[in-house]
Nanobody, 123 residues
């Protein structure tokens, strides 16, 4: 069984920063890409960022470009999300996920998911 565990969420004022971490445990697995998604109350789970290990290419939702940075270590199956200049609309539960097949921005393309970590940005 593969487990992804997120950490680093919390309460922060608008304009502040948080760094989310996601670590994999359990049986050995490899994924060509990892992603971050978020889900606010009453809304669908939305793509935030992804990283493709083979090329180190990164991808971002338009709403976070220039503010968030995804990084990580493929060998350790660890991925981070540095979030700067946070806004109240960034408040959500953030999930990391291991990609399997398909479009990187589509949550259906991901095989394993973490339990989520809450990020709350106060105005």
């Amino acid at each position: 069984q593969v487990q992804l565990v997120e950490s680093g969420g919390g309460l922060v004022q608008a304009g502040g920063s948080l760094r989310l971490s996601c670590a994999a445990s359990g049986r050995t697995f490899s994924s060509a890409a990892m992603g971050w998604f978020r889900q606010a109350p009453g809304k669908e789970r939305a793509f935030v960022a992804a990283i493709r290990w083979s090329t180190s290419d990164t991808y971002y939702a338009d709403s976070v470009k220039g503010r968030f940075t995804i990084s990580g270590d493929a060998a350790e199956n660890t991925v981070y999300l540095q979030m700067n200049s946070l806004k109240p609309e960034d408040s959500a539960v953030y999930y990391c996920a291991a990609w399997r097949i398909g479009y990187l921005y589509d949550p259906r393309s991901y095989e394993y998911w973490g339990q989520g970590t809450q990020v709350t940005v106060s105005s």
